[in-house]
């Protein structure tokens, strides 16, 4: 294959109409003034990260007067606001995104093409604020981009970890996990907020006091910290609007004293400092696991204690009446983690206002909202009932009565059925259920894609569903445009901005203009071409940072996500050694070349999927190793995927791999990103996908396995016999049988045993029943890619349909049906 045909966009450059109010010149006079000041260096003599901290300042100058602007509206007009409570935000890296809203990312290109510096170097230079796992922290970063761009009153709270996402290395072919040390070189874009600090009390115990008939519950003996925030700008897209993403850094109360004597005072000292020091330290990697230590349940109550008490603080500035607070302000919750806001919400409104607890309940039930990310069983949060009682006293007295409240509506609704009350007590068998909790104390439970918000109904929150359906809606998933495709794809992003305009940018449905293009031959090369240069872009990043080198012809299949066994890479490398199986011993099997391109990280104490990771590099050793197949199949393993790498890879992907068991995915949002950027799912029927093939049509999509119903069947009765398919499929038995025989373990043929035992004794998420039927469909991606016209259209048909999946889409949905908010327009006078 060569290249047919070059696309260069001369006039189709995003963002030149908002260039007339960039100052270019200032603009570089301030760059060279901020080294100067910030490093007492001449910009000649500065390193490329502090040239990216010069040039981050300059940009903040900008953002800091928009964001006062903005903060000016809302109080004036006394809006409605959100808070996403959220223990991830997964936002990357900053620089440039602003630059992309701010509508400057060209303008800057240009004047730091001028002062000699390549902004995309700069850029580099960056590290990710990784304060998340995956889909859930960046759902939350996309949400607050569209917050933003649709001009909505929000913030995000959360909390300033010291370390993110631990740093992937792959080291012999396993996975090392180093720290994520992101604030070392200071954060340019952030700003302390010491005058908005409160105090966050844990432990000791309750006393009880009678004054004038009533009683008041008082916290003694506890240890506290000072939570202090930190905030980081939220900028819309050309709108003038700053949002903040205020995250919380926890303090000691008092200051050390040295010279104190007094033994008992110093150790007190030194231990709330490390209390403080230990609470914001590290993010938990878990994506959709539960823990349950004690120290993740310190930082949840730490954030939301915060969060609340400041959201309360700032209503009471601009409302006399505490009973108007549902008009004023809602609490979104972000999964599980974030649900004890029920608790702290009425603890605010009855110990602090004064209320009595049926006033209190009723606005905390009016100002609440849950979102569920999941049905995986291992990622609910139930905290045994002796560690957070110990931990939170006051907090543990207000879940008892709230419990006891619920139960006694339980029974009420349903005389005598105790079931009832076992599958919905927030309290049982010992544990505080995090997730009861939240539906009870909220009045809106939403889903995160339309299958899964149907599981809920009809499967795993049943019972909740029955007693108050009208709780019940789902807002599917979706991803911003701005930074994954705009940003992270600009030559396509130009060619469509040519084609249909620029609207997209901030409504994307305007993307389906683009079906009238999808047979037209010219535009087919453009649109294969573009997709060409970025899978050029990608061989080079895995070449610097693998030293592995690819074939930018070859189809380049990916499936990038974190690593847990439900989202089945296991199934993908068994069919990679499958086909080399065939390429090796069918001397008629022919398959047009692939790149099978993996980035995942795994938990860093999930020891199965730690060993898939080596099982994936040990298959890559051998076959990319091997001369014989020709270069037909190459295996990569990217190390240390994040969302600044996966910017670069989507843009670059032929193939979407979403192939997960069907109804374990409640969403995912990968797959639009792969979709926006003409990548064709080849997936189960899961999560979004379902919606996604309803967008584009299954005729552009492989679709392939056990259907959600199906696997759901099989489970309710008990599991499928996997010896089944060992003993009839050869093709899957010798693969099966390669896991233990040392074909990827000479040296230790024992390696891979787990993992052969996990497939034939019980093989709960059906890997070997949809293993031929993935196959099947592997064999017709092989097949369809050979027409490149039919591949073409194809492709395009998937950016033209993605429309839907913005998103601005979502948000809008939430801020209509959920949080009734009012847009705010703002603007800047100069
Ligand atoms: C998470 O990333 C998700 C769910 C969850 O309960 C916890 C975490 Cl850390 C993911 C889902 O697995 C995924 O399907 C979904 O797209 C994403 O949340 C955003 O909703």
Same mark, same amino acid.
């Given at each position: 294959?060569?290249?047919?045909?070059?696309?260069?966009?001369?006039?189709?450059?995003?963002?030149?109409?908002?260039?007339?109010?960039?100052?270019?010149?200032?603009?570089?006079?301030?760059?060279?003034?901020?080294?100067?000041?910030?490093?007492?260096?001449?910009?000649?003599?500065?390193?490329?990260?502090?040239?990216?901290?010069?040039?981050?300042?300059?940009?903040?100058?900008?953002?800091?007067?928009?964001?006062?602007?903005?903060?000016?509206?809302y109080e004036k007009k006394n809006v409605k606001t959100v808070y996403?409570?959220?223990?991830?935000?997964?936002?990357?890296?900053?620089?440039?995104?602003?630059?992309?809203?701010?509508?400057?990312?060209?303008?800057?290109?240009?004047?730091?093409?001028?002062?000699?510096?390549?902004?995309?170097?700069?850029?580099?230079?960056?590290?990710?604020?990784?304060?998340?796992?995956?889909?859930?922290?960046?759902?939350?970063?996309?949400?607050?981009?569209?917050?933003?761009?649709?001009?909505?009153p929000?913030?995000?709270?959360?909390?300033?970890?010291?370390?993110?996402?631990?740093?992937?290395?792959?080291?012999?072919?396993?996975?090392?996990?180093?720290?994520?040390?992101?604030?070392?070189?200071?954060?340019?874009?952030?700003?302390?907020?010491?005058?908005?600090?409160?105090?966050?009390?844990?432990?000791?115990?309750?006393?009880?006091?009678?004054?004038?008939?009533r009683?008041?519950?008082?916290?003694?003996?506890?240890?506290?910290?000072?939570?202090?925030?930190?905030?980081?700008?939220?900028?819309?897209?050309?709108?003038?609007?700053?949002?903040?993403?205020?995250?919380?850094?926890?303090?000691?109360?008092?200051?050390?004293?040295?010279?104190?004597?007094?033994?008992?005072?110093?150790?007190?000292?030194?231990?709330?400092?490390?209390?403080?020091?230990?609470?914001?330290?590290?993010?938990?990697?878990?994506?959709?696991?539960?823990?349950?230590?004690?120290?993740?349940?310190?930082?949840?109550?730490?954030?939301?204690?915060?969060?609340v008490q400041r959201a309360i603080l700032k209503f009471k500035e601009l409302n006399k009446d505490i009973h108007k607070l549902p008009e004023k302000v809602t609490f979104?919750?972000?999964?599980?983690?974030?649900?004890?806001a029920v608790?702290e919400l009425m603890r605010i409104l009855m110990d602090e206002e004064g209320l009595e607890w049926d006033d209190a309940w009723d606005i905390t039930t009016r100002t609440c909202?849950?979102?569920?990310?999941?049905?995986?069983?291992?990622?609910?949060?139930?905290?045994?009932?002796?560690?957070?009682?110990?931990?939170?006293?006051?907090?543990?007295?207000?879940?008892?009565?709230?419990?006891?409240?619920?139960?006694?509506?339980?029974?009420?609704?349903?005389?005598?059925?105790?079931?009832?009350?076992?599958?919905?007590?927030?309290?049982?068998?010992?544990?505080?259920?995090?997730?009861?909790?939240?539906?009870?104390g909220?009045y809106?439970?939403?889903?995160?894609?339309?299958?899964?918000?149907?599981?809920?109904?009809?499967?795993?929150?049943?019972?909740?569903?029955?007693?108050?359906?009208?709780?019940?809606?789902?807002?599917?998933?979706?991803?911003?445009?701005?930074?994954?495709?705009?940003?992270?794809?600009?030559?396509?992003?130009?060619?469509?901005?040519?084609?249909?305009?620029?609207?997209?940018?901030?409504?994307?449905?305007?993307?389906?203009?683009?079906?009238?293009?999808?047979?037209?031959?010219?535009?087919?090369?453009?649109?294969?071409?573009?997709?060409?240069?970025?899978?050029?872009?990608?061989?080079?990043?895995?070449?610097?940072?693998?030293?592995?080198?690819?074939?930018?012809?070859?189809?380049?299949?990916?499936?990038?996500?974190?690593?847990?066994?439900?989202?089945?890479?296991?199934?993908?490398?068994?069919?990679?050694?499958?086909?080399?199986?065939?390429?090796?011993?069918?001397?008629?099997?022919?398959?047009?070349?692939?790149?099978?391109?993996?980035?995942?990280?795994?938990?860093?104490?999930?020891?199965?999927?730690?060993?898939?990771?080596?099982?994936?590099?040990?298959?890559?050793?051998?076959?990319?190793?091997?001369?014989?197949?020709?270069?037909?199949?190459?295996?990569?393993?990217?190390?240390?995927?994040?969302?600044?790498?996966?910017?670069?890879?989507?843009?670059?992907?032929?193939?979407?791999?979403?192939?997960?068991?069907?109804?374990?995915?409640?969403?995912?949002?990968?797959?639009?990103?792969?979709?926006?950027?003409?990548?064709?799912?080849?997936?189960?029927?899961?999560?979004?996908?379902?919606?996604?093939?309803?967008?584009?049509?299954?005729?552009?999509?492989?679709?392939?396995?056990?259907?959600?119903?199906?696997?759901?069947?099989?489970?309710?009765?008990?599991?499928?016999?996997?010896?089944?398919?060992?003993?009839?499929?050869?093709?899957?038995?010798?693969?099966?049988?390669?896991?233990?025989?040392?074909?990827?373990?000479?040296?230790?043929?024992?390696?891979?045993?787990?993992?052969?035992?996990?497939?034939?004794?019980?093989?709960?998420?059906?890997?070997?029943?949809?293993?031929? $039927?993935?196959?099947?469909?592997?064999?017709?991606?092989?097949?369809?890619?050979?027409?490149?016209?039919?591949?073409?259209?194809?492709?395009?048909?998937?950016?033209?349909?993605?429309?839907?999946?913005? $998103?601005?889409?979502?948000?809008?949905?939430?801020?209509?049906?959920?949080w009734k908010l009012k847009?705010?327009?703002?603007?800047?006078?100069?």
């Amino acid at each position: 294959m060569e290249i047919k045909y070059i696309y260069l966009s001369k006039e189709g450059m995003n963002q030149m109409k908002m260039l007339a109010d960039f100052d270019k010149e200032g603009f570089k006079k301030e760059v060279i003034t901020n080294v100067k000041t910030l490093f007492r260096k001449p910009i000649e003599e500065a390193t490329p990260q502090q040239v990216f901290q010069a040039v981050s300042y300059a940009v903040k100058d900008d953002i800091i007067d928009r964001w006062i602007a903005t903060h000016k509206e809302y109080e004036k007009k006394n809006v409605k606001t959100v808070y996403y409570l959220s223990m991830e935000f997964l936002m990357g890296r900053a620089l440039g995104n602003n630059l992309i809203n701010l509508t400057y990312y060209d303008a800057v290109k240009e004047a730091l093409d001028e002062l000699g510096f390549d902004l995309n170097f700069i850029e580099d230079q960056e590290p990710d604020a990784a304060l998340g796992n995956g889909g859930l922290g960046r759902l939350a970063a996309c949400f607050l981009d569209s917050l933003a761009t649709l001009g909505y009153p929000a913030y995000g709270c959360g909390i300033r970890y010291k370390y993110g996402m631990f740093k992937q290395g792959i080291k012999d072919g396993y996975q090392v996990e180093m720290p994520d040390d992101w604030l070392k070189d200071g954060n340019p874009f952030e700003v302390k907020r010491s005058e908005y600090a409160v105090e966050v009390k844990f432990g000791g115990y309750v006393r009880v006091e009678n004054k004038n008939g009533r009683n008041y519950f008082i916290q003694e003996g506890y240890q506290s910290v000072r939570a202090v925030p930190y905030d980081l700008p939220v900028i819309g897209y050309g709108n003038n609007v700053v949002n903040t993403l205020r995250i919380w850094d926890a303090e000691a109360i008092q200051e050390f004293c040295l010279d104190s004597f007094d033994k008992g005072e110093y150790e007190k000292a030194v231990e709330q400092q490390n209390l403080a020091k230990t609470i914001v330290e590290v993010l938990y990697p878990n994506d959709n696991h539960y823990a349950g230590k004690e120290l993740r349940l310190r930082q949840q109550y730490f954030f939301i204690s915060a969060s609340v008490q400041r959201a309360i603080l700032k209503f009471k500035e601009l409302n006399k009446d505490i009973h108007k607070l549902p008009e004023k302000v809602t609490f979104q919750m972000n999964d599980t983690h974030p649900t004890v806001a029920v608790a702290e919400l009425m603890r605010i409104l009855m110990d602090e206002e004064g209320l009595e607890w049926d006033d209190a309940w009723d606005i905390t039930t009016r100002t609440c909202a849950y979102t569920n990310h999941t049905i995986m069983a291992e990622a609910l949060e139930k905290w045994p009932i002796e560690l957070f009682s110990r931990l939170l006293p006051r907090i543990y007295q207000i879940v008892e009565e709230i419990n006891r409240r619920f139960v006694l509506k339980i029974q009420e609704m349903y005389p005598g059925n105790q079931d009832k009350v076992k599958n919905m007590a927030v309290l049982y068998d010992g544990q505080v259920k995090m997730a009861h909790l939240a539906i009870a104390g909220s009045y809106s439970v939403n889903g995160v894609a339309a299958l899964h918000t149907k599981i809920l109904e009809e499967r795993e929150l049943k019972d909740f569903y029955e007693m108050r359906p009208e709780q019940f809606n789902n807002k599917t998933n979706g991803i911003t445009q701005r930074r994954f495709l705009l940003h992270a794809n600009p030559l396509l992003a130009n060619w469509i901005t040519d084609k249909i305009g620029d609207e997209w940018i901030t409504n994307l449905s305007h993307l389906k203009k683009l079906k009238v293009y999808v047979n037209d031959e010219k535009c087919q090369h453009e649109f294969m071409n573009i997709k060409y240069q970025n899978k050029i872009r990608l061989a080079k990043y895995i070449k610097e940072h693998n030293n592995v080198d690819v074939d930018p012809r070859s189809i380049f299949d990916v499936q990038v996500k974190r690593l847990h066994e439900y989202k089945r890479q296991l199934l993908n490398i068994l069919h990679v050694m499958h086909l080399y199986n065939r390429l090796k011993t069918e001397p008629e099997f022919d398959m047009y070349p692939r790149t099978f391109i993996f980035g995942a990280k795994a938990s860093a104490g999930y020891k199965r999927a730690k060993l898939i990771i080596k099982l994936i590099n040990s298959v890559a050793d051998v076959v990319n190793n091997d001369a014989s197949i020709e270069g037909k199949i190459k295996v990569v393993f990217i190390e240390n995927y994040r969302v600044s790498n996966a910017e670069i890879i989507f843009a670059a992907a032929d193939v979407s791999e979403q192939i997960s068991t069907a109804s374990r995915e409640a969403s995912g949002t990968g797959n639009m990103k792969f979709m926006l950027n003409g990548a064709p799912t080849l997936g189960t029927m899961d999560g979004a996908n379902v919606e996604i093939v309803e967008e584009v049509g299954i005729e552009n999509a492989f679709i392939f396995g056990l259907s959600a119903e199906e696997v759901m069947k099989y489970e309710r009765e008990g599991g499928y016999n996997p010896m089944d398919i060992y003993n009839n499929n050869q093709a899957v038995r010798r693969v099966l049988t390669q896991l233990i025989d040392g074909t990827y373990a000479k040296d230790d043929p024992d390696r891979f045993r787990d993992l052969y035992d996990s497939l034939t004794k019980e093989d709960v998420y059906f890997i070997l029943k949809d293993f031929d $039927s993935y196959a099947e469909a592997q064999q017709k991606v092989n097949e369809a890619y050979q027409d490149e016209k039919g591949w073409a259209k194809m492709a395009m048909l998937n950016t033209a349909c993605a429309g839907k999946f913005s $998103s601005d889409r979502t948000i809008e949905e939430y801020a209509k049906e959920i949080w009734k908010l009012k847009k705010v327009k703002v603007s800047l006078d100069k």
